[in-house]
């Protein structure tokens, strides 16, 4: 009996796909389908798919056509597959060709001629289809990162720019078009990213839902708990995606760290500890001083996730503790805050006028988690017992410092209607609601 084997992701199960598995199945007697998983699609940069490993295996086994179907996880899995399968045929479309070679060495590899027309990609790209645009301040640098990001997203068609005093006039070899009024942007978008100055967010996310547009907000989206309930309330009534652009939520190994924790692995969180710290050149004080993003508004919403997501939002008492940079008091270059929960502590530093390890801790009755500097970019975590042998290391890919796969969440939300899963609402509205209160000159402590 020939045993012929082909591997792939299957999404949106299209006539490429059923053409490539017949010609596959007449290549031999038994063929077996390898269906790419969801998170090794993610190691090797597949970040759009749309369907679920169970959808795509069902789709593929509908076909009627495969005689077996596995689920390919790692990479090098085909070598193993091919040993252990006593395969004869690996083949795949003509996209991949010379690409396979090396497994001449195990069995035979055949090329067969792709599909003309028809992709995965171009019809996830036909579904979606949402006009994003990008809207800025001068003092805010993440704007060109998110443009080229959504580059990697399907579905996304970049319209342009609105950076108030500053044009990006090219990226990467890529003419940008800028709008001169951020009103003519939002009339040529179907969704708004917003990086402007933390006290305009709230502003400018209230016209843009009133206009009907879905919205991105880098975090703070506004500086009054109030105002970020009140756009919560807009979108709502719009059936329009509001979501917080705090990319750390949207990384892998940020997740599984949540559901690990969540499932008992480290026993009952005592405490959780997070630092994020980026050292400026201050000298030039008047210039940081007129920029709004001071520290807890650049760094406080990153460091408040992990603290808001594992012990929620219900702690009894917080102490703010900030060291000031100007005399008005509306500038920190360091804030440290201690939050008290009934069962649980937590403690956050974030500085831009200060250096720290920018780690996280999660402190559990059993044994605890470490995140390793910068812990925001979450790709690597550990979690530690007394006994160094049952200590477990976890690396998961993150392309792009997650950004992309923030942007694919965006418009995966806006594609199914569904709010954003990663961060709840009631999440960014304390984080709102704590930054109110260091405005407010509550619970605040001042380090001279
Ligand atoms: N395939 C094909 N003809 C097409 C599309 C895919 O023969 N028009 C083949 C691929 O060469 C591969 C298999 O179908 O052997 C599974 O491909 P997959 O990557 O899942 O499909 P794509 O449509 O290429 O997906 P994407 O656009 O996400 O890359």
């Not at 001071?294 to 603290?307: E, G, K, Q, Y």
């Amino acid at each position: 009996m020939k045993k012929v084997i082909t591997y792939g992701t299957y999404d949106l199960l299209h006539f490429g796909h059923i053409r490539l598995l017949e010609r596959a199945k007449a290549l031999g007697d038994y063929l077996i389908v390898g269906v790419t998983s969801d998170g090794f699609d993610k190691v090797r940069g597949k970040i759009n798919v749309q369907q679920s490993l169970m959808e795509r295996i069902e789709a593929v086994k509908s076909t009627g056509i495969a005689d077996e179907i596995i689920v390919e996880e790692y990479e090098g899995q085909k070598i193993d597959d091919i040993r252990r399968l006593g395969i004869d045929i690996f083949t795949v479309g003509s996209d991949w060709v010379g690409y396979f070679d090396y497994l001449n060495e195990y069995c035979d590899v055949v090329y067969l001629d792709r599909t003309k027309g028809i992709s995965s990609s171009e019809i996830r790209e036909k579904e979606r289809s949402v006009r994003i645009g990008f809207i800025g301040s001068k003092n805010n640098k993440v704007l060109s990162k998110y443009y080229r990001e959504s580059h990697h997203v399907n579905g996304v068609e970049t319209v342009g720019i609105y950076c108030e005093g500053n044009k990006i006039k090219e990226l990467d070899g890529e003419e940008i078009k800028n709008f001169k009024t951020h009103e003519s942007l939002l009339e040529n978008s179907d969704a708004v990213y917003i990086a402007s100055d933390p006290a305009a967010h709230y502003e400018l996310v209230k016209e843009a839902l009133l206009k009907e547009k879905h919205v991105l907000c880098e975090a703070p989206m506004a500086l009054k708990k109030e105002e970020c309930n009140e756009l919560f309330e807009i979108a709502k009534e719009n059936n329009l995606i509001l979501m917080d652009a705090i990319k750390t939520a949207y990384s892998t190994a940020y997740n599984r760290l949540l559901v690990i924790v969540k499932s008992g692995r480290i026993g009952r969180v005592v405490s959780v500890d997070a630092t994020c710290t980026s050292l400026a050149d201050l000298s030039n004080k008047e210039e940081y001083i007129n920029n709004n993003w001071n520290s807890i508004c650049a760094w406080a919403p990153t460091a408040m996730l992990p603290i808001l997501q594992l012990l929620g939002s219900d702690f009894s008492s917080k102490r703010i503790s900030t060291m000031y940079l100007d005399e008005d008091k509306k500038f920190d270059s360091f804030t440290k805050i201690d939050f008290n929960y009934d069962n649980a502590v937590a403690s956050l530093k974030v500085g831009i006028g200060a250096k720290s390890e920018g780690e996280l801790v999660i402190t559990g009755t059993k044994g605890y988690v470490y995140v390793p500097a910068p812990w925001w970019k979450t790709d690597y975590f550990e979690i530690r017992h007394e006994n160094q042998e049952e200590n477990k290391r976890y690396f998961y890919q993150l392309n792009g410092e997650g950004i992309r796969y923030e942007i694919s969440a965006f418009v995966k939300a806006i594609a199914s209607a569904t709010q954003n899963r990663f961060i709840d609402d009631n999440v960014t509205a304390k984080i709102v609601d704590v930054i109110e209160s260091y405005y407010d000159n509550r619970d605040v402590m001042v380090i001279k």
